[in-house]
């Protein structure tokens, strides 16, 4: 006897995902590893003819993914010397004299950042180099011209999936769980429920309206 397979009702099966997700364990599979989406910093060093430059520069990590919080490590020199760790340090404000490099024209820190389960940010260099958890920003100036050259490792950032938890730019975290990704709300809106799907509480009201 031929017994067909019974499968709930798509709305069921909705709810169902969007509560798996509002709890974490979707969100967790998205990505292993911390993502390091850019990092935002001065466009240039303020140069004092009289000596050396002056001031203090702030610098902000843009972080995703991963298991939060983050904890957020800035250096000069790389591996070296410690400017600031923790995870209040999403955003570091810098003296210009630890941002130094020799030569006299370059300024640079170097960003890691590792989640609460121990695992660093990583990006892959070119020409099959490897990864490295190492995230550069640089400023490099002609003191003839008096132009200026930014340089970040990586060139680029990698943007961050969908719904990946990240940080609110003050050194804490939010978990990213009670906002549903995209494929969901996709979903709901094919199915004539919930057509905006924006969170858990918000799902239980409509799924009360449409009982």
């Not at 974490?24 to 390091?36: E, M, R, T």
């Not at 170097?110 to 070119?126: C, I, P």
């Not at 769980?177 to 709300?185: F, R």
Request: glycine share 10%; aromatic share 10%; net charge neutral.
């Amino acid at each position: 006897m031929h017994r067909s397979l019974i499968m709930p009702e798509k709305p069921v099966v909705l709810l169902l995902l969007a509560m798996l997700w509002c709890s974490g364990f979707a969100s967790a599979a998205l990505s292993d590893h911390p993502v390091v989406t850019g990092i935002d910093g001065p466009g240039s060093i303020l140069l004092n003819d009289q000596g050396p430059p002056t001031g203090s520069y702030t610098f902000t990590a843009h972080v995703s993914c991963g298991s939060p919080p983050y904890t957020y490590k800035w250096t000069n020199p790389p591996g070296l010397k410690t400017l600031y760790e923790g995870k209040d340090y999403s955003t570091v404000t810098i003296p210009v004299e630890k941002l130094a490099l020799s030569g006299g024209n370059r300024w640079a820190v170097w960003l890691t950042v590792t989640d609460s389960e121990g695992r660093d940010a990583l990006w892959m260099r070119n020409n099959g180099l490897g990864n490295s958890n190492e995230f550069l920003y640089l400023l490099e100036t002609d003191y003839t011209t008096k132009t200026w050259k930014k340089t970040t490792e990586p060139a680029s950032f990698s943007a961050a999936p969908a719904g990946c938890p990240q940080d609110n730019g003050a050194g804490g975290s939010s978990s990213g769980g009670g906002t549903v990704p995209a494929v969901l709300k996709a979903m709901a809106a094919e199915a004539g429920i919930f057509p905006l799907f924006p969170s858990l509480p918000s799902l239980r009201s409509s799924q009360q309206q449409h009982s």
